[in-house]
């Protein structure tokens, strides 16, 4: 039994080294689960039923190859999540922790940035405060400090990273209640 969760936070069940997204629950059963093969897209008509997190039946078989490096990259994904909000450790490490031993396949596979942005989205998920961003591409606004309301003044910030390459500008509209 393996459940993961995708960088959104999507279901996902790991079964042998093939993929499945979550269908939701029977209508019938609500502790039956159904499951279809992340290929499907690709034409590939695998399915399961899961009851408390066991297969209890496979429907069809795959149209295609295991593929272990997608495999190992989305367990990266769910160990990332994971020790987002169970350490308070900088993104750096916990994904360097998830990644330590991985074949170079599957480390190519990893997208840094995106790991890095899961961190802090999960972060923002779980309420707990953001951690300074030191490059742009770990900087996530959470959804409070987006509010734009009607507005009579205009204000500008400046970010600038720790790097000094990027700035990025932030035009925030201040509000008369
Ligand atoms: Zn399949």
């Known amino acids: 039994m393996e459940f993961i969760q995708s960088e959104k936070g ?4 790991i079964d042998g ?11 019938v ?6 499951w279809r093969c992340s290929k499907r897209l690709n034409g590939c008509k695998a399915r399961l039923h899961t009851i408390n997190g066991e297969v209890i039946k496979r429907i069809n078989d795959h149209s295609h190859l295991e593929d ?4 190992n990259r989305v367990r990266v994904v769910g160990r990332v999540r994971a020790e987002a909000t169970e350490s308070r450790e900088n993104p750096e490490i916990i994904i360097g922790n998830a990644t330590l031993g991985l074949a170079n396949e599957v480390r190519a596979s990893l997208h840094i940035g995106n790991l890095k942005r899961t961190i802090q989205r999960e972060r923002i998920r779980n309420q ?4 300074n961003p030191n490059s742009l591409e770990t900087l996530v606004i959470p959804d409070e400090y987006r509010i734009i309301t009607k507005t009579s003044a205009k204000k500008t910030f400046y970010y600038t990273t720790r790097d000094k390459k990027k700035t990025a500008f932030l035009f925030l509209k201040q509000t008369i209640i």
């Not at 080294?17 to 209508?27: A, E, Q, R």
């Not at 059963?29 to 159904?34: P, W």
């Not at 272990?68 to 495999?71: A, I, L, P």
């Not at 707990?128 to 951690?131: K, L, T």
Request: glycine fraction near 4%; charge should be negative; aromatic fraction near 20%.
């Open 17 to 27: 080294n093939y993929i499945f997204w979550s269908d939701g629950f029977s209508k």
């Open 128 to 131: 707990a405060a953001p951690v």
């Open 29 to 34: 059963d609500d502790q039956l689960l159904f």
């Open 68 to 71: 272990n490096v997608n495999v």
């Open 10 to 13: 999507k279901p996902m069940y």
